[in-house]
């Protein structure tokens, strides 16, 4: 299936598997790629430079194919050295960078004079016709039904998708629930040239969270998320459940951020990950998990997909027929 996706960022399959946190690790990354997808190193699940470089040795230890790494800059109680993480994606000889969270300007000619393209995820159409003219060689427009942060909007990619391909000329793949071949050529119907799966390839094998955790996506539903910090305008979507209900119920009440920082800490976040405890603490997942019913190994989801989303394009080409 080629697209103007795959042809600018040489993968096999118009697939990405986007930076997650404490998710996007070599063994993830190397069967996505692997597939003919394309699979990204979250840079910041990494606790240091120095350990980004050995999973970039890990993942090339297991597929020569391409793959990338994400480096969302958010804002941070104790910033990370950004800087030494990009340094690191340089001198490793990455090719495909995923950006996130701010303006990717400032990395563009580092990235660019190393020979890096990059692929920045934004949340609105005014932001990717920005990081458009800063030159970023693609852009993954996120809308309001992905886990994380779907900006402040709300606009859902049903709408924000034809809206982004009306200005963006530069390959554009579609984030935000999507989970399955429909999504996928519904993304190219709308405009789009690829998909951006998160939570999807959560629930795979090669996903290093705990299965008990995976479970509780394929059993939930489309309305088991909750939106935090909506009231300190940074939302992120994450799953229902004590601890994200008691946020919202402080933060609505007027509670600040210094309330709720031991609830939503990142170090409670993972213990979610690690030890199979969907009450631990707050951790993401979007709406597409009410479209997931299977935990397949990641290769066999790509394979999937591509197969199925072949046959549904044969289907609708013989009905328009």
Request: charge should be negative; hydrophobic fraction near 40%.
């Amino acid at each position: 299936m080629k697209t103007k996706f795959t042809e600018a960022f040489g993968v096999e399959h118009p697939i990405v598997q986007g930076g997650m946190q404490w998710v996007g690790v070599a063994e993830l990354v190397a069967a996505v790629s692997e597939a003919g997808g394309l699979g990204m190193i979250t840079a910041l699940t990494q606790p240091t430079p120095a350990d980004l470089a050995k999973e970039i040795a890990r993942t090339r230890e297991m597929t020569d194919k391409p793959f990338g790494v994400n480096l969302t800059i958010l804002p941070s109680i104790t910033p990370p050295p950004y800087d030494e993480y990009r340094k690191v994606i340089v001198d490793e000889g990455i090719k495909i960078v995923e950006t996130a969270g701010s303006n990717p300007g400032p990395h563009m000619a580092q990235f660019h004079d190393a020979g890096i393209k990059v692929l920045h995820k934004c949340t609105s159409v005014k932001h990717a016709i920005k990081a458009q003219s800063l030159g970023v060689d693609g852009i993954s427009i996120d809308g309001f039904e992905c886990a994380g942060h779907p900006g402040e909007d709300d606009i859902p990619g049903l709408v924000l998708i034809p809206a982004a391909a009306k200005h963006i000329t530069i390959p554009m793949i579609a984030s935000g629930g999507f989970a399955d071949a429909r999504g996928l050529v519904a993304a190219l119907a709308l405009g789009a040239d690829g998909i951006n799966m998160g939570t999807r390839f959560m629930c795979t094998e090669e996903s290093p969270i705990h299965h008990d955790i995976k479970q509780a996506i394929v059993d939930a539903s489309e309305q088991d998320t909750e939106l935090i910090f909506r009231t300190l305008g940074n939302t992120a979507r994450v799953a229902r459940n004590g601890v994200s209900r008691e946020v919202v119920e402080i933060l609505n009440d007027g509670g600040q951020f210094d309330q709720i920082q031991d609830l939503v800490s990142g170090k409670r976040g993972k213990t979610v990950y690690e030890l199979g405890d969907p009450e631990a603490g707050v951790w993401s997942v979007g709406l597409c998990q009410g479209l997931i019913d299977d935990i397949p190994s990641a290769g066999d989801l790509v394979t999937r997909i591509v197969t199925e989303a072949d046959e549904l394009i044969g289907r609708l080409s013989k009905l328009a027929s």
